[in-house]
């Protein structure tokens, strides 16, 4: 439900969102540079608060730089976590609010101009303002915490300069609030906004689309790594020591999240993954409960084709036999001029059904999308969750049905393994598809409330002793005591099976005795089932070639090479190396036309694919090897590579540069521990930037044990011994030990202070 109370904005709620009268007319440079590079002051009766805060607060840092945090409350908690964070990377923190406030062309240009509107036909100032006046005491305090932490360190260090922000509100916590990379907005395409918000709106045609056709060409730098996790969760009768075992394997870009631990007298004590500028455990545990969330779920966004007409200068559109004005929001998108000369403003006059915004045109009718949109609730729901500490608490916060973005598998020290598959889940006609645009003139493509978490897919204490996610779709979570695909409609489960999937099943299938390092050997099996379908056909096809097909002298040798492989991925592995670059023209290829069919690529290429494109495509893979490395025969590791040169968000790489061997391969493959590249290639050598990111397996004894390892390390600062003290561990599949206690914590201090010190 949206609140869009007229509230009377502050002049710095103005200001922080970008929303002043000043911002009518360009700004001049030289006024807006000289702003950035003053320091950020506070009152000094505001900085005499914040240090009585501040002194209620401790941080420990361990020798892994991992900031342990100590406060009375847990607000005094939250705060000083946010000063840990902003410590170790306050650039991140502010580019997440940035986007998540709908600013990032101030920023970056124009370029970002619809990335920002996208943003703000959810998001305003009034509406964030009115619901955090409308939240419970506990959450307005930590909202206030999160605030003051941020603005006590600006204030502590004047030679940080933010990029916009400059002042943290505590209503803005409620713009950032559930945690998932990407979130739900991110399906509403840019360039399609573009199309229907670029110039003035029109009513326009249906335009056919030519469909695309399979061609072989030489493939592009590589394909994105898909978004994703692992997660596993191990019952008492499949464990050695008779405790639940969890995998915590998020596939998110790396840095994304640091690691933390947060503990207050009030009965937080929270370790594992935060999203930068967030006050609550993302993925992580307790001591006596774990909770690991992986992208996917039920179908929770749903298009509604418009029937719009325009009469005397507005649009209408039909519903229920009626004609209804649509609502019209001015949204006024500042961005930073060419060059950096000043400040533009253009407004947008945005379009909106009861469904919810208009997005895009297609087959020549408006398409508004619906979705969830209630960021009080999703911050109340991720924070309780962190708390929990058995399956009954765990249950009572998912009940809240605001994690619309993610599967949620659990083990806690009772004994308990559960799994739910999304949590957000609105109820509909089941007789309509709703993978595509429903009718938004009729009644019966309308939502029908939520449906309750019992309603829903879930796993509680699986007779087979384990629990599976891997991004994909439910039925295989638990061998044969998986939920049955026929007792649920199709929207509650919008994802198939993956190559990923297939895989931990296998893994998971017959092992007993698990244990925390024979759970990490599982979670990074080399094994790449994806290629499991796809050689023999490649095989097939070589050995159906005449004697006198050039194709068959010429690829003689890498198909001998694929023949002998054991389908592992290694550091010296020559055959992992071509099939990986076989695999990737296949997609090349094959991707208009699996999009088309809207099929995954992965699966595509298995079964739609001719002999004739599965042999150029070795041709074209081993050329590029060749044409790279100076020959196809170049083992895996001398390729597939872990660098970090710099703090930045957008991360360069270069060849010529120190960089460390990973073994590991993309999800796209099958392989458990994922590592790809999704920035743009610039160079001939992979360099992962998305994948395994952090990780932690935990034992739910008497006694919590657990082990983790950071992609790099904890801190953004190339300056900091934290800035890739873990990434040799994290290129071998090593762990580290999890200092959870503060007797292990006094053990291996660095260094303990209180914020500001």
């Known amino acids: 439900m949206k609140l869009r109370l007229p509230l009377p904005l502050s002049t710095a709620l103005l200001v922080a969102f970008g929303l002043s009268a000043a911002l009518t007319v360009s700004v001049p440079a030289a006024a807006a540079a000289a702003k950035a590079r003053a320091p950020v002051s506070l009152a000094a009766s505001e900085q005499a608060r914040l240090a009585a805060r ?13 900031p342990h945090v100590f406060g009375s409350t847990d607000a005094d908690t939250v705060f000083g976590l946010l000063y840990a964070q902003a410590e170790d990377d306050f650039h991140r923190i502010e580019r997440n609010y940035i986007n998540a406030l709908g600013r990032l062309a101030e920023v970056e240009g124009e370029r970002e101009l619809w990335r920002d509107l996208r943003m703000k036909l959810y998001v305003t100032p009034a509406t964030l303002q009115a619901q955090y006046a409308a939240s419970p005491a506990w959450l307005r305090q930590l909202m206030v915490a999160f605030a003051d932490g941020l603005n006590f360190y600006l204030a502590r260090h004047p030679e940080v300069k933010p990029q916009l922000i400059r002042h943290f509100e505590p209503w803005m916590a409620l713009a950032f609030s559930e945690g998932s990379i990407g979130g739900d907005i991110e399906s509403i395409d840019l360039k399609q906004l573009e199309a229907m918000y670029g110039q003035p709106a029109t009513l326009a045609a249906a335009t056919p689309v030519p469909a695309p056709t399979l061609v072989a060409a030489l493939a592009p730098p590589f394909e994105a790594e898909p978004r994703g996790s692992n997660g596993f969760a191990i019952a008492p009768s499949r464990s050695a020591s008779g405790h639940a075992l969890l995998l915590i394997n998020p596939h998110t870009s790396f840095y994304f999240r640091p690691e933390v631990h947060m503990v207050s007298e009030q009965g937080l004590n929270a370790y594992g993954a935060v999203t930068w500028g967030q006050f609550f455990v993302y993925q992580g545990f307790n001591e006596r409960a774990g909770w690991m969330h992986t992208s996917g779920g039920g179908d929770v966004i749903d298009e509604y084709l418009e029937d719009v007409v325009e009469r005397h200068g507005r649009f209408y559109y039909r519903y229920d036999g009626k004609l209804r004005p649509l609502r019209t929001r001015q949204i006024r998108l500042p961005y930073k001029r060419d060059g950096g000369v000043g400040v533009g403003v253009r407004t947008v006059t945005a379009y909106f059904s009861h469904h919810g915004p208009v997005v895009r045109q297609a087959a020549g009718k408006w398409v508004s999308v619906k979705m969830m949109d209630a960021p009080l609730t999703a911050l109340t729901q991720s924070f309780l969750r962190t708390k929990a500490r058995n399956y009954s608490a765990f249950v009572d916060s998912m009940a809240l049905r605001t994690n619309s973005s993610n599967n949620t598998v659990y083990a806690d020290a009772d004994g308990t393994i559960a799994y739910f598959h999304g949590n957000f889940i609105p109820r509909r006609d089941s007789t309509i598809d709703w993978s595509h645009p429903v009718d938004g003139s009729v009644r019966a493509t309308e939502w029908q409330g939520l449906h309750a978490v019992a309603d829903t897919i879930t796993l509680h204490n699986p007779a087979s002793g384990t629990i599976l996610n891997t991004n994909n779709w439910p039925f295989a979570a638990a061998g044969a005591s998986s939920p049955r695909q026929a007792d649920f409609p199709r929207y509650m489960w919008a994802l198939p099976e993956n190559a990923r999937g297939v895989h931990a099943v296998r893994v998971l299938k017959d092992q007993s005795n698990f244990t925390l390092d024979s759970l990490i050997a599982a979670a990074y099996d080399s094994y790449l089932t994806e290629f499991e379908p796809l050689l023999p056909q490649l095989l097939a096809d070589w050995d159906a070639l005449a004697a006198a097909d050039p194709l068959k002298a010429q690829l003689a040798a890498p198909v001998a090479a694929l023949r002998g492989w054991d389908l592992r991925f290694a550091s010296a592995s020559v055959p992992t190396s071509v099939a990986v670059y076989w695999g990737q023209q296949l997609i090349a290829a094959a991707l208009p036309a699996a999009r088309a069919a809207e099929r995954p690529v992965a ?28 020959s196809w025969q170049t083992p895996w590791g001398d390729i ?9 968000i957008d991360q360069r790489y270069d060849d010529s540069q120190p960089s460390l061997p990973v073994p590991f391969a ?11 590249m999704s920035a743009k290639q610039t160079t001939k050598r992979i360099y992962g930037d998305r994948g395994n990111s952090f990780v932690a397996v935990v034992e739910f004894g008497p006694r919590l044990r657990a082990r983790s390892i950071l992609a790099g390390g904890q801190s953004g600062d190339p300056a900091s011994r934290h800035f890739s003290d873990q990434a040799e561990m994290y290129s071998k599949g090593q762990f580290k030990e999890v200092l959870f206690y503060p007797a292990d914590i006094d053990q291996h201090v660095e260094r303990r202070y209180h914020p500001g010190q």
Not at 54 to 66: F, L, S, Y
Not at 609 to 629: I, N
């Open 54 to 66: 501040a002194a209620r607060v401790t941080i420990v840092r361990d020798t892994w730089g991992i």
């Open 666 to 676: 993309s999800a796209t493959w099958g392989s458990l521990a994922s590592f790809g």
């Open 640 to 648: 597939n590579r872990f660098q970090r040169l710099s703090g930045a």
């Open 603 to 630: 699966d595509y290429i298995i079964d739609a694919v001719d002999s004739q494109a599965r042999l150029q495509a070795l041709v074209l893979a081993t050329a590029k090897l060749t044409a790279d490395f100076g």
